[in-house]
């Protein structure tokens, strides 16, 4: 497994290109089931989960043509996405039990065939993550759901049909399984309390151009009307919000200067509300959005919630930043009830953390130390490299598989911004 070698206390100066956002890219590609024409996607970002999606979609028997290298420094690859016909409505453990997002294929297959057979994705390092949500949508719009020996077996032999659908919780997914199922569904279908993630509204534009009817994209009110098929389209990926509040905060962290190239402003609008509170300036540029650290970092409270609140998949970044921020900050997770394994690894490099129940309390320490950590999960792992970047001395983080999954060439985007930091390869 490679580990990255960080020599921490340079400072990033620097502009970095943001690619398409991994958690557009993946129900996108699984959009792909719906029609039997080409589904061409740009600005594809290239990483260890579009790659299983990829061949995850290959086995079910979509025709993937993938296409150009992005230059250097540049991002982006074009996917072509084909499904003439399904020859399998089976997701396999092996393949699911990788990467969760896999339960996105879930609508598209039922919608498409009739019927689909999909793993239980089974838990991950940040929580159990059912996937009771999903289920329950899809058996509103008439699928009979059956769990049988770690497969959810979904049937509708005569379609699916158009209903009502009101999420307890905000899911991400779930909206997102249950919108693309709708768009084939005879009828009208609403789905209430739904996520508004930008992500959510990328995938939703794409189906439009796909021939969907859908209204109320972006609110938490969706109104499909079904129609008996759709076509292809062309679509480039929303850029990586999440990506963006990670680089800003590594801008933050070593009292540098980045600018973003293609990060949206409106994207990050909580994350960047906070950043302002503890002395990060973010400003709007022709290209994107420049960060800076103007002057001390001060601690500030965080509560992750649903968009348009704090992302969740950028708490574990904001804790390294806070770690060494003058004064206190109170970060509370409401979405996941295991997110802060990053905490152990952050105390190991000298940060002062303690965990009360859903909240840590965060107190700002002068300087981290580095140290060799471990990485977790996706976003945790980031946290650890943040970390890194401003602690005194060298930092490894061991088993960076974790990074690889969200992250596209981080090592290579920081150290062309000032980063003294390289990938070491494991021995073969
Ligand atoms: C999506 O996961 C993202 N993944 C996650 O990003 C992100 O952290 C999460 O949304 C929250 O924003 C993708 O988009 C591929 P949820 P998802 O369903 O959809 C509970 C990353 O790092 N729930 O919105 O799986 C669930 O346990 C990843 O890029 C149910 O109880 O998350 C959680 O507490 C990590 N039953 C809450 O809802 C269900 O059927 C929100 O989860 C579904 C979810």
Known sequence: MDSIRIRGGQTLRGKIHISGAKNASLPLL?????????LALSNVPHLVDIVTMASLLGQLGV????????????????????ASNVSNITAPYDLVRKMRASILVLGPLVARTGEARVSLPGGCAIGSRPVDLHMGALRKLGAEMELDSGYIHARAPHGLRGAEIVFPTVTVTGTENAMMAATLAKGETTIVNAAREPEVVDLAQCLVKMGAEIDGIGSDRLRITGKDKLRGAIHSIVPDRIEAGTFAMAAAITEGELELIGAKLEHLNSAAIVLNEAGVTITETSEGLLVKCAGILRGADIMTEPFPGFPTDLQAQMMALMSIASGASMITETIFENR????????????????????????G???????????TDLRASVSLALAGLAAKGDTIINRVYHLDRGYERLEEKLAACGADMERIKAAA
Do not use: C, Q, W, Y
Request: net charge positive.
């Open 30 to 38: 699984a959009a792909s089931l719906l029609t039997d024409e080409p």
């Open 63 to 82: 025709d993937i043509k993938l296409n150009g290298m992005p230059a250097a420094g540049r991002t982006g690859r074009r996917m072509e996405l084909k």
């Open 340 to 363: 802060f394994m990053h905490v152990p690894e952050l105390r190991r490099m000298g940060a002062n953390i303690t965990i009360h129940n859903s909240s840590a309390l965060v107190r």
């Open 365 to 375: 320490v002068p300087i981290l130390r580095g140290a060799e950590v471990m990485a």
